[in-house]
């Protein structure tokens, strides 16, 4: 006689058999990277950048950031310079950051001459001095042969840096 097929059970069958493991614990769900919130203001209009990324243009007021340590890009095209801002985003938490620019001079001078630019300002012959707010500039000479020479110089706020350029000499 043949035997009749038994179904395959679709459900697992639970066994009455303790095991030997301890029961585990139901697994929470994956904590989420804890968020904080900035507000940035600054005597400059500047654009904030975090790696690379835009965040926006000052004011901001409460954007979520990942809680911890940044440092943060504050650049100004117009105004030529960028600077670096360390700030620390605590969780759950709005952290205020008032940037104040401080002022700082800019000695510049060329031979034989040249025509010096900072920034979108038009550019002036050399020798020249500017009053800039801190941070790094780019400094562009253009030389009477038309040659572009650029230099960066940090400007600290209160003190005069000195740059020039000879148009002379082949750039480096």
């Not at 950031?65 to 117009?78: D, I, N, P, Q």
């Not at 310079?81 to 759950?92: A, N």
């Not at 940090?154 to 000195?162: L, N, Y």
Request: charged share 25%.
């Amino acid at each position: 006689p043949v035997q009749p097929v038994q179904p395959v059970p679709t459900e697992p069958v639970v066994s009455a058999v303790p095991s030997a493991e301890p029961p585990q614990k139901k697994n929470k769900l994956p904590r989420l990277p804890a968020k904080g919130y900035l507000s940035l203001d600054s005597n400059v209009a500047v654009d904030v950048k975090l790696g690379g990324r835009f965040l926006g243009a000052t004011p901001i007021e409460k954007l979520a950031l990942k809680a911890g340590k940044h440092k943060l890009r504050l650049e100004s095209e117009a105004e030529g310079f960028y600077f670096y801002k360390g700030v620390h985003i605590r969780s759950g938490r709005t952290s205020s950051v008032d940037v104040q620019f401080g002022k700082g001079k800019l000695a510049t001078n060329a031979k034989p001459w040249a025509k010096v630019r900072v920034g979108t300002a038009s550019g002036k012959d050399t020798p020249a001095r500017f009053e800039l707010f801190e941070g790094t500039y780019q400094v562009q000479f253009e030389c009477p042969n038309k040659e572009i020479m650029a230099r960066k110089v940090a400007i600290k706020p209160g003190a005069t840096s000195s740059l020039s350029v000879d148009c002379n000499a082949s750039s480096p």
